[in-house]
């Protein structure tokens, strides 16, 4: 692909990554309440924690998601460690790649 096909690329691309940050910016500011309302109230239900950690998880490529993603694994991991090990693999799995190959 030559230069100016690669520009033109990015040129159309751009609005789309725009609206992907844009979700993911929405996502942080709906679920961020939502962990720290779990964690404060000291909820041990595991069909809430797992819901959240998996809508979560789709946005992880944002840091402050993904900074909720680990401060919710963690507080899960005293409740069900089998499960928190899982939701940590499938990030892993999700995501990792795409950071070690940029």
């Known amino acids: 692909?030559?230069?100016?096909?690669?520009d033109d690329?990015?040129?159309?691309?751009k609005p789309l990554i725009s609206q992907i940050q844009q979700l993911q910016e929405?996502?942080?500011n709906i679920y961020?309440?939502?962990v720290e309302c779990l964690i404060e109230t000291q909820t041990k239900d595991e069909n809430a924690i797992g819901w959240?950690?998996?809508?979560?998880?789709d946005h992880c490529g944002n840091d402050k998601v993904l900074l909720l993603y680990r401060k919710l694994c963690r507080y899960y991991w005293d409740?069900?460690?089998k499960a928190t090990a899982?939701?940590?693999q499938?990030?892993?799995e999700m995501w990792e790649d795409d950071i070690e190959e940029t």
């Open 1 to 6: 692909m030559d230069k100016e096909s690669q």
């Open 32 to 34: 961020k309440p939502q």
């Open 9 to 13: 690329l990015i040129d159309k691309l």
């Open 79 to 81: 409740i069900n460690p």
């Open 26 to 28: 929405q996502a942080y």
């Open 86 to 88: 899982f939701y940590v």
């Open 90 to 92: 499938s990030y892993r």
């Open 52 to 57: 959240l950690l998996d809508h979560l998880l």
